[in-house]
């Protein structure tokens, strides 16, 4: 699979147009051939009770992640758009910077199949959730 833009071209076309994603400072740390990894820096507001990092944190790392995998191999299409996302919840994450490495299951014309497995920066190589998705890709 060929990249049609670098990790710092997709972290810029993110975070122009993700507010969201730009006020929490996305990295896309790495971008290859059928993989991405982004990181969401640590910030208090990112925890729940019981000083684990929450659910819908964990949720906007996966999201992320596929769409800067996305982006990377078909070019600045904003919107290829999330058609549905399943997410395993499997470890308590502990707070760190957040870690979403994504990978393709398939990249075809209309649609892009991926998972995603998440950790945190506090527990390096424990997987703290995974996640599916597929992403419609515009015409």
Known sequence: MDLKLD???VEALIREGLVAAGRGGLCVDELRSGYARVRLPFD????RPGEVISGP?????ADSAMYAL???H???QLMAVTSDINIRFLAKARPGDVIGEASF????RRLAAMEVRLSTAAAPGVTVAH?????????
């Open 7 to 9: 990790a710092a071209a």
């Open 44 to 47: 208090a507001a990112m925890l």
């Open 57 to 61: 944190t964990l949720f906007t790392a």
């Open 70 to 72: 996305v982006l990377g």
């Open 74 to 76: 078909v070019g600045a």
């Open 105 to 108: 299951l398939k990249l075809g």
């Open 131 to 139: 996640a599916s998705g597929t992403y419609a890709l515009p015409a």
